[in-house]
C-alpha cells in the first residue's frame, strides 16, 4: 500500500495562519490592557516611551517586575477596574483575601 503524500505547503499555510491569529489575538489583548489602565488617553508617543522605560528599568532593577505583576494581578483581581489613587499617585491596594495568586 503507497503512502499518501503530505501536502507540505498546505502545513505550511495552515501553520502560518495560526501564527498571524496568535499574534492579532496578542495585539488586541495588549490594546485592551491599555485601555484599562487609561494608557489609551495618553499620546502615543509617550505611550511608547513609557514602555521603552518599563523596559529598561526591568533590566536595572529586575525586582520591579515583581511589584509591577502584583498590581497586574491586583488589577485583573479586581476585575479590570483601576484602584483608587492615593495621596502618593500609586493605586490603593485591593483587599485580595490570602495574598496569593489563584
Given at each position: 500500500?503507497?503512502?499518501?503524500?503530505?501536502?507540505?505547503?498546505?502545513?505550511?499555510?495552515?501553520?502560518?495562519?495560526?501564527?498571524?491569529?496568535?499574534?492579532s489575538?496578542?495585539?488586541i489583548q495588549l490594546g485592551e490592557?491599555?485601555?484599562m489602565v487609561g494608557a489609551d488617553a495618553l499620546p502615543l508617543e509617550?505611550?511608547?516611551?513609557?514602555?521603552?522605560?518599563?523596559?529598561e528599568q526591568s533590566k536595572k532593577q529586575p525586582e520591579a517586575i515583581a511589584?509591577?505583576?502584583e498590581r497586574g494581578e491586583t488589577l485583573f483581581q479586581t476585575g479590570g477596574?483601576?484602584?483608587?489613587?492615593?495621596?502618593?499617585?500609586?493605586?490603593?491596594?485591593?483587599?485580595?483575601?490570602?495574598?496569593?495568586?489563584a
Open positions: 500500500m503507497a503512502r499518501k503524500p503530505r501536502d507540505y505547503d498546505a502545513e505550511l499555510q495552515t501553520l502560518m495562519e495560526r501564527a498571524k491569529k496568535v499574534k489575538q496578542k495585539t490592557i491599555a485601555q509617550a505611550f511608547a516611551g513609557a514602555l521603552m522605560a518599563a523596559l511589584r509591577w505583576t477596574k483601576r484602584g483608587k489613587q492615593s495621596k502618593s499617585g500609586n493605586p490603593a491596594p485591593a483587599s485580595t483575601g490570602n495574598g496569593s495568586a
